[in-house]
């Protein structure tokens, strides 16, 4: 099967289909309480940082603002990824962006040492900095990577990383690479002893391959449901043992 998305709002000749209206309550927190910044220069402050995003990476979860919508804290995964992370263990964010979710985590006392952030487009992290005016204080790790490239920086994590948290980036890719994808993620945890591989991403109810179109080039993704993704985990997952799957799959009104 194989799907235009057009039809479901998303933008295609430019990532920028919609009016910031409001700040999603994590968001909001994180930029007046973490990065001091008064609620009456909050939408100027935002709608200026977010121009410097480049237009290669003509992503839904930008153009609608997806990452001011903090995931981790929705995540079943959250009280367990905190406690680790202050007893000494670390994290890596793949596919962080502009690192929304390590300052969560860092708001919420965790020591930014230990978080790692990684993302194909360098940019992202100095849009980060901006964002949240964080540069002199903030300790994360970025690494510029592409999961598909042999020699890339995350092989540099291996033995390194205890916990990897990824989210709208499964998404982004066919079945064929979707499947490539999940064995580098184990490589990475394969020596801590307690992995843990947390995370979200988009499905539909009904799974295949989707079209997603911008600026006259058609993208093919699979989506899935939690019957696709289980049968994706167990067929990456070979020749990695001990691996437990939990699927939870909420409407997007309840995401």
Same mark, same amino acid.
């Given at each position: 099967?194989?799907?235009?998305?057009?039809?479901?709002?998303?933008?295609?000749?430019?990532?920028?289909?919609?009016?910031?209206?409001?700040?999603?309550?994590? &968001? $909001?927190?994180?930029?007046?309480?973490?990065?001091?910044?008064?609620?009456? +220069?909050?939408?100027?402050?935002?709608?200026?940082?977010?121009?410097?995003?480049?237009?290669? /990476?003509? /992503?839904?979860?930008?153009?609608?603002?997806?990452?001011?919508?903090?995931?981790?804290?929705?995540s079943p995964a959250y009280s367990e990824i905190l406690t680790r992370l202050t007893q000494g263990e670390t994290l890596l964010d793949l596919g962080c962006c502009i690192g929304q979710e390590l300052r969560q985590l860092t708001?919420?006392?965790?020591?930014?040492?230990?978080?790692?952030?990684?993302?194909?487009?360098?940019?992202?992290?100095?849009?980060?900095?901006?964002?949240?005016?964080?540069?002199?204080?903030?300790?994360?790790?970025?690494?510029?990577?592409?999961?598909?490239?042999?020699?890339?920086?995350?092989?540099?994590? &291996?033995?390194?990383?205890?916990?990897?948290?990824?989210?709208?980036?499964?998404?982004?890719?066919?079945?064929?690479?979707?499947? &490539? &994808?999940?064995?580098?993620?184990?490589?990475?945890?394969?020596?801590?002893?307690?992995?843990?591989?947390?995370?979200?991403?988009?499905?539909?109810? +009904?799974?295949?391959?989707?079209?997603?179109?911008?600026?006259?080039? +058609?993208?093919?993704?699979? $989506?899935?449901?939690?019957?696709?993704?289980?049968?994706?985990?167990?067929?990456?997952?070979?020749?990695? +043992?001990?691996w437990e799957l939990e699927v939870e799959a909420p409407t997007w009104e309840e995401t």
């Open positions: 099967m194989t799907t235009d998305l057009k039809p479901f709002g998303y933008p295609v000749d430019s990532i920028w289909d919609a009016e910031l209206l409001e700040v999603p309550e994590h &968001a $909001r927190r994180l930029l007046e309480e973490y990065s001091s910044i008064a609620p009456t +220069e909050l939408m100027v402050h935002i709608n200026k940082v977010v121009t410097h995003i480049p237009a290669q /990476y003509p /992503y839904p979860c930008l153009g609608h603002y997806r990452f001011l919508d903090i995931q981790t804290v929705r708001f919420s006392d965790a020591p930014s040492s230990s978080l790692y952030g990684a993302d194909i487009c360098a940019e992202f992290f100095n849009i980060g900095y901006n964002l949240f005016r964080d540069r002199d204080t903030f300790s994360a790790t970025f690494l510029q990577a592409d999961l598909f490239e042999p020699t890339s920086a995350l092989t540099m994590l &291996a033995g390194k990383i205890d916990m990897i948290w990824t989210a709208s980036v499964i998404h982004l890719w066919d079945w064929e690479k979707q499947q &490539a &994808a999940l064995p580098v993620m184990f490589r990475i945890l394969d020596t801590a002893p307690a992995p843990l591989l947390a995370g979200r991403f988009m499905g539909f109810s +009904e799974p295949g391959d989707y079209i997603f179109e911008s600026k006259g080039k +058609e993208e093919s993704f699979y $989506r899935h449901n939690d019957i696709s993704f289980r049968k994706l985990f167990t067929e990456a997952s070979q020749g990695y +043992e001990g």
